[in-house]
């Protein structure tokens, strides 16, 4: 009950969202779009969240049913680094990455879910005004048959 009560409020502030972003209210900064940009990302996650939590009944019986896409990790990086900008803008943080080309085979959402929390993590625990974060994410690839 609570996760339907949720849904229609995240839904109201994404749409609030798309009007900032068509200019509706008058044009942004480049800061003020960084930062909308950024609670779109993060209001994306917290829907994805709540039907999760809204299916969480099926998948006690079903399992986790991975909803598997090719998928630039460039854009995962980056909609994970967007969703930390509340954490890391504050304390003048700077997280940094080298581009890739790589395409991977995985779930977009959960993984974009597990390297937010890991990056949200990190910048929590930081010092302010470093440089770059002073760890590393190596990711595994591991080949396997198609979905």
């Known amino acids: 009950m609570v996760c339907h009560d949720l849904r229609s409020p995240l839904n109201t502030v994404q749409l609030f969202h798309e009007m900032l972003a068509k200019n509706h209210f008058g044009e942004l900064s480049s800061s003020g779009n960084a930062l909308l940009k950024s609670a779109q990302t993060c209001t994306d996650n917290l829907l994805n969240m709540t039907n999760d939590m809204l299916e969480s009944e099926k998948l006690e019986h079903t399992g986790v049913e991975l909803i598997m896409s090719h998928v630039k990790l460039d854009t995962i990086i980056e909609n994970a680094i967007d969703s930390t900008f509340g954490a890391v803008n504050p304390k003048q943080i700077a997280l940094v ?51």
Do not use: H, M, Q
């Not at 005004?129 to 002073?134: P, Q």
């Open 97 to 147: 990455y080298s581009p890739t080309e790589v395409e991977v085979v995985c779930d977009e959402v959960r993984i974009l879910r597990v390297l937010s929390n890991l990056l949200g993590n990190a910048a929590k625990f930081s010092t302010e005004k470093r440089r770059a974060l002073r760890s590393e994410l190596t990711f595994s690839i591991r080949w396997c048959a198609s979905p």
